[in-house]
């Protein structure tokens, strides 16, 4: 699409809101105001138990992130600055959106391969997990327009079922509202030449109906992460999003009706080699921080097209909700697996840098078109004067996905073949049933039970083919034809004490299960660790003791204990592969299999308050968590779980100061820290795992608000900190470097 396209598109958004009168700026929805941070009271309404509820009142750790706080801090469009700040929330960072990956409490990641996310995650309620290579982490049309962000840590299998053994994160968007209003937003970011520009119109079309129209883009004319080789950019970024919302609304239903479509690209899957010196490189080898010479172009793009059906309902006597959604995403990418070129690398064998042949030539090449069709609905309601609240339901989870993997090589008279190509069809049906009964035993005691019983259907048939002969290749082991049908019944068992109408005591303890699969990446013929073509369902069971609530009616806080055992935890594994293995000198394969027991503990705390100030207000947050976990049992027993930071910490501070009745000056500051824990796990008697980085990122925003209109600069990585995001054998990925910029909003 081009940018003139885009343009109109944008400005067609904007153009209707010179018609439509005023509105407050800081208008919101019902749910909205109570999480908003210019409140006197930070209360915060969620949907954390699928019914709207005070967080306070929801007995699990749990957090929320509100439209004001995106606001203050200029946005996000990443999954990274979306969760910062969170307690016990890691984002593996693989230096691309498309692969990225949300960790709770230590849930294992598994970046680079099929598996499904340890971490449930869901858009306005609907499952949109898993799938691919690109299901573990959100896109940026799931990113924009947000209402709020809820954050739930802990097993959650009881009430959001598969895969949220670490917990989950449910992005709630916008929905239209029964008022006139619109924004704008402009954003330039000068380092990488960055334009980004968002635009959203509501608009109250009467008799009970309300439609809300936004549009998101993203263009980019430089880079941090150059391949110096083709003279391009590998971190490029540009892509086009719309959403239309349609809304009929009476004192009895509420229907929503979405329709949405994005589509561009993203950085790509990056990495520069940096090999200590060992056989084959017995000098080492370091490329630059950030200059690739790499001969493959590579390249992230994906498309995401979805339509959303929400339905609820008041019989009087219970609660309908209804929840259906169709959403396909298409994914592609392309990176060098040899990290170098044919000139650079015969002048290294010509310095007796090289001593082994190092074909220029490898690249891999990764495609998927996955389409979810989810359906909810369940019914919740009171009994005995309102002691016991109760919800029943059922869910329907239908998954196609078609993917396929190109590994290119240099053919050469003893092998004339330039590579294979391996195909992968998969099909997931599920279908559950769960309930809840809350049951008030007295005015501060309740005992709460939550269950759920899923069945899947899972099937996989996948094969490798060479590239010049369409034939067969690498052996019957590189098939695969699988067909598997687990069951898993989870549950939720809490207590939870009342010591003060604001302030909850809770235990709990909950099971949930990670779905296995298939791996669609085998690897290659001669590589030193199979790669198996299945792996079975992760169970954890998790204990919990939590205390939250409102102190002085200004300040929300929450402390939490937890400990998960895991069976047959899935991990992310590495078939031995690197660049200068003598035996299989290319990047390596990453893959996910069952390592046997592991246990994860940890602790939690976060506060955040409002406190007004002369002509203002000051708003604090501060969060911080210790967890470790270790496998317990199996092959890698005694080692430490890989990508758990023992210390993951985070500070916030906003500050707003009127200084007159339509000009504010405003600043927000935010840093997010990080210590400890190891990248991998490895196999035994072999070097141990690489240290994870120390991570200390400040952010900071200035800006000034005159009536409906605010300016703003910014600058992330303010103190330009470099660290490593990754590091394997024989590459590593670095962190993004200071950027800084401007951003102009106009809201009506």
């Known amino acids: 699409m081009s940018n003139r396209i885009r343009l109109m598109l944008l400005a067609g958004a904007c153009l209707p809101t010179a018609m439509l009168p005023a509105a407050p700026l800081a208008a919101q929805d019902d749910v909205q105001v109570a999480g908003d941070a210019h409140a006197s009271s930070p209360e915060i309404v969620v949907t954390a138990r699928k019914r709207e509820e005070r967080l306070i009142d929801v007995p699990t750790a749990a957090s929320v992130i509100n439209a004001t706080t995106l606001d203050e801090r200029g946005g996000a469009t990443n999954v990274v600055d979306l969760l910062a700040g969170q307690p016990g929330v890691r984002v593996l960072d693989t230096s691309s959106p ?73 992005i709630v968007s916008a929905r239209p509202e029964f ?13 990488n030449e960055q334009l980004q520009a968002q635009a959203a119109v509501n608009v109250d079309l009467g008799s009970g109906f309300a439609m809300r129209f936004g549009v998101d883009n993203v263009t980019q004319g430089s880079g941090f992460i150059r391949n110096s080789f083709l003279g391009k950019f590998l971190d490029d970024n540009d892509s086009t999003g719309a959403r239309l919302q349609l809304r009929w609304k009476n004192d ?57 059906l929400d339905i609820q309902h008041d019989f009087g006597w219970a609660q309908l909700h209804s929840i259906t959604n169709l959403r396909q995403r298409k994914a592609d990418y392309a990176f060098d697996q040899d990290g170098g070129n044919l000139r650079d690398f015969q002048a290294l064998r010509a310095a007796g840098i090289i001593t ?97 019983y899923t069945e899947d259907e899972r099937s996989a048939q996948s094969a490798r083919f060479d590239l010049a002969t369409g034939l067969p290749s690498g052996g019957p082991r590189f098939v695969v034809d699988f067909t598997t ?26 099971t949930s299960f990670r779905a296995g699969g298939f791996n669609d990446d085998l690897g290659v013929p001669q590589q030193p660790v199979p790669i198996p073509g299945t ?77 007004p100030i002369h002509r203002g207000r000051l708003r604090l947050g501060a969060s911080v968590s210790h967890q470790r976990g270790e496998a317990t049992d199996g092959p890698f027993d005694g080692q430490n779980l890989p990508q758990i930071p023992r210390w993951i910490f985070a500070v916030d501070m906003s500050l707003r100061r009127e200084l007159s009745e339509s000009v504010a000056l405003f600043a927000n500051v935010n840093y997010n ?18 240290d994870m980085d120390r991570i200390d990122v400040l952010n900071a925003r200035l800006a000034l608000q005159m009536g409906k209109v605010e300016l703003s600069v910014f600058s992330t990585n303010l103190t330009d900190e470099t660290f490593d995001i990754f590091r394997g054998a024989s590459a590593r990925r670095l962190n993004q470097p200071r950027n800084y910029g401007a951003q102009l909003m106009v809201r009506w």
């Open 485 to 510: 049908r687990p069951t898993n019944f989870n549950y939720n068992a809490t207590a939870a004490w009342k010591l003060t109408p604001d302030i909850l005591l809770y235990g709990k303890v909950g």
């Open 252 to 308: 009895r239903t509420d229907i929503l009706l979405r329709g949405e479509h994005w589509e561009g690209e993203v950085p790509a899957i990056s990495f520069r080699i940096f090999i200590e010196p060992r056989q084959g490189f017995p000098f080492g080898l370091v490329q630059p921080e950030r200059s690739y010479p790499w001969s493959t172009d590579g390249f992230s793009r994906q498309e995401v097209n979805s339509g959303l």
């Open 356 to 452: 082994i042949n190092q074909d220029s030539g490898l690249e891999q090449q990764r495609e998927e078109d996955a389409t979810f069709f989810t359906q909810d609905i369940n019914l919740t309601g009171q009994l005995f004067g309102d002691r016991l609240t109760w919800l029943v339901g059922g869910e329907y989870l239908r998954l196609r996905a078609d993917s396929e993997q190109r590994n290119l090589r240099t053919p050469t008279n003893a092998n004339p073949s330039p590579g294979t190509r391996q195909p992968l069809e998969l099909a997931v049906n599920s279908w559950a049933v769960y309930g809840s009964l809350d049951f008030a035993l007295t005015d501060r005691f309740s005992l709460i039970g939550e269950a759920r």
């Open 98 to 170: 498309l692969t990225n990956e949300i960790s709770l409490r230590g849930s294992p990641t598994t970046r680079g391969t099929s598996g499904d996310p340890a971490v449930g995650l869901f858009r306005d309620g609907a499952y949109i997990g898993g799938g691919g290579f690109s299901g573990r982490a959100f896109a940026r049309i799931d990113m924009f327009d947000i209402d709020r962000v809820e954050v739930l840590r802990g097993t959650q299998g009881a009430l959001y079922g598969r895969n949220a053994v670490g917990g989950a994160v449910n």
């Open 179 to 191: 008022r006139n209003s619109a924004w704008t937003s402009i954003r330039y970011a000068v380092e």
């Open 535 to 611: 792996y079975d369902d992760e169970t954890v069971t998790s204990y919990e003791l939590g205390l939250k609530g409102t102190l002085f009616e200004r300040v929300n806080f929450a402390l939490a204990a937890y400990q998960n055992e895991a069976e047959n935890i899935i991990v992310q594994l590495n078939n031995g592969c690197f660049v200068g293995n003598p035996v299989c000198s290319v990047n390596g394969t990453s893959f996910s299999d069952n390592a046997g027991e592991a246990r994860t503990r940890g602790i939690e705390a976060e506060a955040n308050a409002v406190l």
């Open 673 to 690: 820290g990080q210590r400890g824990g190891v990248h991998d796990l490895v196999a035994p008697n072999t070097p141990p795992p690489f």
